[in-house]
């Protein structure tokens, strides 16, 4: 049973381009959670999405920032026109419909904006 | 604001001893707490969880302590070893979020 999938694992963009970031759950998972995380920081809550649902985008910037997670396929993370400060750690995390706390984290995906 | 915040940023002990990670939490709401280990370059690994019902849950080496009154959580790690060092985080869960809460971490190191 693979684990949750993220690609890619680092990506590099220059200020202005738009990043996409990819995670496919856990099989059997319906729950999608994305995560900032910054060096030597814990992770930050971003958005919690379930398929073709956001349920909570509370921690996610309101400009240039977008989460889906379509009936197809996996969940994007989107960010557009990007900054230096943009440059993170991005986690997703995915959980089972039933245990909606244990959270299941990938591998990340390593932004550096230049 | 509320918070988790963890007592120190780093630990270093010896190969066989046993570890202590400390967490302080601020919200009484919170009903749900899991420990991750986080190597580098690494997403964070689940360890154990608690729920607040309990004040101790025990698995594999290591054990998870909640001390509801003074909103204060432990890892114990028994017979640390070297494969053990990583930044430990804990998470809560208040009961009307969504969104686990991350403390800043402490970073475990096993001496050999």
């Known amino acids: 049973n693979a684990g949750v999938m993220q690609n890619p694992r680092h990506l590099v963009r220059r200020r202005g381009q738009e990043a996409r970031l990819r995670c496919s759950p856990m099989k059997g998972h319906s729950h999608v959670y994305w995560y900032r995380q910054l060096p030597e920081e814990g992770l930050k809550f971003m958005v919690y999405?379930?398929?073709?649902?956001?349920?909570?985008e509370s921690g996610m910037p309101k400009e240039r920032f977008s989460a889906e997670f379509p009936k197809e396929g996996p969940s994007i993370l989107r960010i557009q026109q990007v900054v230096r400060g943009d440059s993170a750690a991005y986690f997703c995390?995915?959980?089972?419909?039933?245990?909606?706390?244990?959270?299941?984290f990938g591998p990340g995906t390593r932004l550096l904006v230049l | 604001g509320e918070s988790v915040g963890l007592h120190l940023p780093t630990l270093s002990v010896q190969e066989g001893d046993n570890s202590i990670i400390n967490c302080a939490y601020s919200n009484s709401a919170s009903d749900y707490f899991i420990w991750y280990k986080q190597e580098s370059g690494k997403g964070p690994q689940f360890i154990i969880d608690i729920r607040s019902n309990m004040d101790k849950r025990q698995g594999q080496r290591v054990t998870v302590l909640l001390n509801k009154t003074v909103k204060h959580l432990s890892l114990q790690i028994a017979a640390t070893q070297p494969g053990d060092s990583a930044v430990y985080f804990c998470a809560e869960k208040p009961g009307n979020n969504n969104d686990m809460r991350f403390g800043a971490g402490t970073r475990l190191t096993v001496k050999p």
């Open positions: 995390a995915s959980s089972p419909p039933v245990r909606q706390e244990t959270q299941y």
């Open positions: 999405l379930q398929k073709e649902n956001i349920i909570d």
